[in-house]
């Protein structure tokens, strides 16, 4: 995309952003800057064939919403995460589903000479399934905080601004929430694995 010559090509968010209040098309570096991190976060919550549509939706309700946009906050992620999580909120129960599903790796049982591939493809399988369904067992609340810093590694300032709630309650949401998957996860055999996504900070 050509970008204008008053929109410095390494301009922060909130410049694009105010830029665009009077040049719409300046909003495009947006898109061009954050659709793939946002993509990739809607794909994990509610499945790829959902994702490009919310993906679309998301870019189209912070265009619409721009004029409100508050530019002491430079990085717009926290921003579109939020419009990103409320719209997923519409899915929640096609999510329960697809966060069961989704994650199943397809393995060739009759293929010869692999057994040992085999074999690791089920064990990742099966450790996926039962993150999977301790993930979907979650509160709705509680695994929109957890996803967004164990998937998108934003921080607890950054949650709180995508969520519109103290960082407080990121913190005690975060802490329910892996409280909930370790015992989940505590019953199976692949506790183990989850170590560094549920380490305490």
């Given at each position: 995309m050509r970008v204008r010559a008053d929109t410095p090509l390494r301009a922060d968010d909130a410049a694009i952003i105010e830029a665009s209040r009077s040049q719409p098309e300046e909003f495009a570096v947006l898109f061009d800057r954050h659709a793939p991190l946002i993509?990739?976060?809607?794909?994990?919550?509610?499945?790829?064939?959902?994702?490009?549509?919310?993906?679309?939706e998301t870019f189209l309700a912070a265009f619409r919403r721009r004029i409100r946009y508050e530019t002491s906050q430079r990085?717009?992620?926290?921003?579109?995460?939020?419009?990103?999580?409320?719209?997923?909120?519409?899915?929640?129960?096609?999510?329960?589903?697809q966060l069961r599903v989704r994650l199943a790796v397809s393995v060739d049982l009759a293929e010869p000479g692999h057994s040992d591939r085999v074999a690791g493809d089920l064990t990742a399988s099966a450790v996926r399934g039962v993150l999977a369904a301790a993930l979907a067992e979650l509160p709705e609340r509680e695994r929109d905080v957890l996803v967004l810093i164990a998937w998108e590694q934003l921080s607890y300032d950054e949650v709180a601004t995508a969520l519109r709630i103290p960082v407080g309650t990121v913190r005690s949401r975060l802490s329910r929430a892996r409280a909930r998957v370790r015992e989940a996860l505590a019953r199976t055999e692949h506790a183990a694995t989850f170590k560094e996504i549920l380490r305490n900070e």
């Open positions: 993509h990739r976060y809607i794909a994990r919550r509610v499945g790829i064939q959902s994702a490009e549509d919310l993906v679309a990085d717009a992620r926290p921003w579109l995460y939020g419009i990103a999580t409320h719209l997923i909120s519409q899915y929640r129960r096609e999510e329960s589903r």
